[in-house]
């Protein structure tokens, strides 16, 4: 409890009335005592009358999990157990600092009985994964002369999970865009073009002659074809780079929460089109290794697995963790290396480990690009600060563009894209990749 704006005003009035009244009129000393035990008496009714009426409930609402870069909605119900309800209450609240708080919204419905109830909803965005807990929820409210600010302190002991973001595949997003490659027009496209058996069909005009099957044709005294169709059950597995440079921030979020969404997003629309998919991280060292599963029974499995990833502060040793991969890998893959590099020197040590996987997988190098760099090669106004950081971004993106063009010699796929287009591109790229039969 605390003193308001209004007791504060009046205190300060009467003061300067007391010094101007002493300075002029010696003989008023008691009228001004009277004014001041005036002042305290309204003041200790005032407590007094809130003290009795203005006891509370107060109801917390949090839903117990959200994903990564959406927005949580934490729920105040204030119900008076007598009076009436203040009308502007203030709240505040204590949270995890990876809980970011946005504006709150407040109300005062009627509720069934007829009394007043105050509700406030605060948006919070989810920045990191793990559990953050709303620990306390700060009330103030005026008292009934408005003389005192009320003050409560609560214990909310709410705790939210943050998971991977996995909204594209609830929304149906990831089915849509892989639907033509499992039945659809990629599947029709590639018929006769793929290298496993789907259905014989009688020759029409305008099919390709050389898919005639004259065997079976001689067999029923009539020309049929040989239907073929990309090849299933390849192993994919998404290898997550989880060192110091994938925990650093970007559009507001860590690189390493961007490439498990989209690697999530990978595994579900390998399961649709009938692949297998295995996981595996590493920083300093080797760390996770999930074997290969089909898509649909490996996406719980990979979504449990994801959200315990740590965010570690140790630089990446692509030489220990890329050879470690290659040992346990048996059979040819489509590996998905979500990993990011500074400048083309630290990157060599890189490159030459993917050379040697290169050689018996197919490698997609996935990577993701800052949109501020692009902004910062043209500036707006030409000062010694604009063109010192002009010069410097344009270095990085062509050393980044001499990286990635190192990569496609050695027959790896790269893809270096913003984060808001990283899932769609990585499943387009996907969609390619399978109907061009590339693995």
Request: proline content about 5%; some cysteine.
């Amino acid at each position: 409890m605390r003193p308001s704006r209004y007791l504060i005003a009046l205190v300060l009035i009467l003061a300067a009335v007391t010094v101007f009244v002493s300075v002029w009129w010696r003989d008023m000393g008691y009228p001004l005592l009277l004014l001041w035990v005036a002042l305290a008496a309204l003041t200790a009714g005032d407590l007094a009358m809130s003290a009795f009426s203005g006891r509370m409930t107060v109801e917390f609402e949090l839903p117990p999990q959200g994903f990564v870069g959406h927005v949580a909605e934490f729920t105040v119900g204030v119900r008076p157990q007598k009076g009436v309800v203040p009308d502007n209450i203030g709240i505040r609240l204590d949270c995890a600092p990876e809980l970011v708080i946005g504006e709150g919204r407040s109300a005062s419905p009627a509720s069934p009985a007829g009394e007043k109830v105050f509700r406030a909803a605060f948006d919070l965005r989810l920045t990191r994964r793990g559990r953050y807990a709303v620990h306390e929820l700060w009330l103030k409210w005026p008292s009934r002369l408005r003389l005192l600010d009320i003050i409560a302190r609560m214990p909310v002991g709410k705790e939210i999970a943050v998971l991977p973001d996995i909204s594209p595949v609830l929304s149906g997003a990831i089915r849509t865009q892989i639907l033509p490659l499992e039945a659809g027009q990629k599947d029709l496209r590639l018929r006769g073009e793929g290298s496993e058996f789907h259905q014989l069909r009688e020759f029409a005009s305008g099919m390709d002659p050389r898919s005639i099957d004259w065997k079976r044709s001689a067999r029923m005294r009539n020309l049929v074809v040989r239907e073929m169709r990309a090849e299933r059950n390849h192993q994919i597995i998404l290898c997550v780079d989880s060192g110091r440079l994938m925990a650093e921030q970007l559009g507001g979020f860590a690189k390493l929460d961007r490439a498990i969404n989209a690697a999530l997003a990978m595994c579900w629309a390998a399961g649709l089109a009938g692949d297998l998919v295995g996981f595996y991280s590493f920083d300093s060292r080797p760390r996770l290794f999930v074997p290969a599963l089909p898509g649909r029974a490996a996406f719980p499995r990979l979504q449990t697995v994801c959200a315990d990833l740590r965010y570690e502060t140790q630089e990446s040793n692509h030489t220990l963790g890329l050879t470690h991969l290659s040992a346990r890998l048996k059979r040819r893959s489509l590996i998905v290396i979500f990993s990011d590099f500074v400048d083309s020197v630290t990157a060599e040590l890189m490159i030459e480990n993917i050379q040697v996987l290169a050689r018996h997988h197919f490698i997609v190098y996935v990577a993701l690009r800052d949109p501020v760099l692009a902004k910062l090669t043209e500036p707006e106004e030409m000062s010694l600060d604009a063109v010192a950081r002009s010069v410097a971004a344009r270095q990085i993106l062509n050393e980044r563009r001499t990286v990635m063009e190192k990569l496609a010699r050695l027959g790896v796929l790269c893809l270096d894209s913003t984060p808001e287009a990283l899932t769609s591109d990585l499943i387009a790229r996907y969609i390619e990749i399978k109907s061009r039969e590339m693995i």
